[in-house]
């Protein structure tokens, strides 16, 4: 028994099979006509039946391409499935997906399935240009059976050697749109001429608005990822700016230095932190470098605003903050990040640590007042009371100084009586000595320092005055003090204002105008005539004797030696031993007359008759 019309319907059999169906009832004795009938309601069934599977096959393409939108975060993925899906359903040479470049007025291709050709898929057309750039502008569905002598479309060289390669004739294009504004197009593509019934369009257009929707979804999920990232960025920072306030904390609860802290910072910054001080000398240094250029403008800004500030333009990654207390300017941090940018939690987190450098400046200030207050009074007590008393030198001794031997002094008279003392108390105490500001004067002295005239320089420098005088002594600690007061009263009455010496510099002068008494002839008869005296009393010669002698003789040798009832020979070489012993210029006008007078001195002090 041959195959009925029913069998074939199941089956999906082609068209010709109908016939023979037809023709082989007929043979059977049926009659032509009701063959016919049946043979017409069969191929109708058979069309409807196609029409149905063709729907099912449509839906179930879009459905699995609705369900990939789940893996949205493989937007390339998708995209390929669904030019891949259009071009099976379409039966379709090729299938490609554009997107509009608005910066760029063209549309680029974002993927293929079924180009012949690499250089097809790196197309770049404008809008407006050919029928893919057409339905990327117009955002309408457009097709051509065949394009290349279709008019209808604006025509370019490069489009239409591209259409070639890929031997591209009828092609179908409709636009991806999202909340009503084209973003690109998908097109189908066939090789040969042939029309785009409304079925084929419809089908196109669902699967455009699929991948309309991925690309959407795509962008919403990368939205939401940078968002995440940017809140994870946020508390990572916000973290470490805790974790930075807790260190900070730490520190200054234990004591920490400007240097300290700024390390503390470097590492909290990723930077480099530097400590400078309002003159812009470095006070703590993390990092490397010295005071950068704009400094100045920063700190200007920053104070102003009581907000860290950057750099000029030409320095951005720098950022300048200030450690203040009310308008006090302390110090300034200057940051130079190493990394990225600073962000604003690390931004706050520098202006957090501004201010635990102006909280460890101002302890610091406060303890060196109260050293500074402690040991100058200590030096007032010495020099009103006197080394020998028990209870100074039991707080010399806490400040870890011996009251016996020499100190050296230096002292100095300025109109900045508070501000000049402290000053000197820090050059005090880097030379571990002691400073305070009494009878009216600034006085510096330091325990076995052996070049009075170099301390005396530097209190000069410290001070900051134009020209300050400065009288400097060695010895015991008070007569030292004395005899600096005394030498510098004297270049004072002088005139000689601005300079720095010792008594030895001034000879009799400092006697007359200095206000000398006993200690101090004593100190000037041997600073004229000491190495002389030493040498007598060594030897038991009589230089000092003949060194009158020559002077009372008006420097006459030949009357010297008669005075002395010696050969002029003696004579000679006794004035020699003299010059080896104060030097060549002892005869010089200046150096004669202390030497006549310390002589004369002498003789008073021994008892002997005055010449």
Request: net charge negative; with cysteine.
């Amino acid at each position: 028994m041959g195959r009925s019309f029913l069998d074939l319907l199941w089956s999906d059999a082609p068209r010709e099979e109908y016939d023979v169906v037809r023709d082989q009832q007929v043979a059977s004795g049926r009659s032509a006509a009701e063959a016919q009938r049946a043979h017409a309601r069969a191929l109708a069934l058979a069309d409807r039946l196609a029409g149905h599977r063709n729907r099912e096959a449509e839906l179930a393409a879009l459905n699995e391409t609705a369900a990939d939108l789940v893996a949205i975060r493989d937007l390339d993925r998708v995209l390929g499935a669904i030019v891949r899906r259009a071009r099976q359903l379409l039966r379709a040479d090729m299938t490609y997906l554009s997107l509009n470049d608005e910066a760029e007025g063209a549309s680029y291709m974002r993927v293929t399935d079924g180009a012949l050709t690499q250089a097809f898929g790196r197309l770049r057309l404008p809008l407006g240009t050919g029928l893919l750039g057409l339905v990327a502008q117009a955002g309408a569905p457009y097709f051509t059976e065949d394009y290349q002598s279709d008019d209808r479309f604006l025509h370019r060289g490069f489009i239409d050697e591209a259409v070639d390669g890929e031997r591209i004739r009828a092609i179908l294009g409709v636009p991806l749109v999202v909340d009503g504004e084209v973003i690109g197009a998908l097109l189908a593509v066939h090789r040969v001429v042939r029309p785009f019934p409304p079925g084929e369009v419809a089908l196109l257009t669902s699967f455009a608005a699929h991948a309309a929707v991925a690309l959407e979804n795509a962008r919403l999920f990368e939205d939401a990822d940078a968002a995440n990232a940017e809140l994870r960025r946020r508390t990572e920072s916000v973290e470490r700016a805790a974790q930075a306030h807790d260190r900070l904390t730490d520190a200054l609860v234990a004591g920490a230095g400007v240097a300290q802290v700024a390390a503390v910072l470097e590492t909290a910054l990723d930077a480099d932190v530097r400590v400078l001080d309002p003159d812009g000398e470095p006070l703590a240094h993390a990092g490397g470098g010295g005071a950068p250029p704009g400094l100045d403008a920063a700190v200007e800004v920053a104070r102003r605003t009581g907000r860290s500030a950057h750099l000029p333009e030409t320095d951005p990654g720098t950022w300048v903050a200030v450690a203040a207390a009310g308008e006090e300017h302390l110090g300034t941090l200057v940051v130079e990040a190493t990394g990225p940018p600073l962000e604003p939690a690390q931004v706050r987190t520098l202006e957090r640590g501004a201010l635990a450098v102006a909280l460890v400046l101002l302890f610091a200030r406060t303890e060196a007042e109260a050293e500074e207050r402690v040991r100058g009074e200590l030096l007032v007590d010495l020099l009103v009371d006197g080394t020998d008393e028990p209870r100074l030198r039991e707080r010399a001794r806490r400040q870890n100084l011996a009251l016996d031997g020499p100190w050296a002094v230096a002292l100095t008279r300025t109109d900045d009586l508070r501000g000049d003392a402290r000053r000197a108390a820090r050059l005090a105490g880097a030379r571990g000595g002691l400073s305070a500001a009494h009878e009216e004067a600034v006085v510096v002295a330091v325990p076995d320092e052996p070049d009075a005239r170099g301390l005396g320089r530097a209190l000069a420098d410290a001070v900051g005055a134009d020209g300050p005088t400065v009288g400097v002594h060695t010895g015991p600690l008070d007569r030292a003090y004395d005899e600096a007061r005394r030498c510098h009263d004297a270049l004072v009455s002088l005139g000689r204002t601005g300079e720095v010496a010792e008594p030895g510099d001034l000879g009799l002068v400092r006697l007359v105008l200095g206000g000398g008494g006993p200690e101090q002839v004593g100190d000037f008869v041997r600073g004229a005539l000491g190495p002389v005296l030493d040498y007598d009393a060594d030897h038991h010669t009589a230089l000092v004797a003949t060194l009158d002698a020559w002077f009372a003789a008006g420097a006459s040798p030949r009357r010297t030696a008669t005075a002395l009832h010696v050969h002029a020979n003696t004579v000679a070489q006794r004035l020699d031993r003299v010059t080896q012993l104060l030097g060549e210029g002892w005869r010089d006008p200046t150096r004669a007359l202390d030497l006549q007078l310390a002589l004369r001195m002498h003789r008073l002090r021994s008892g002997g008759p005055p010449t």
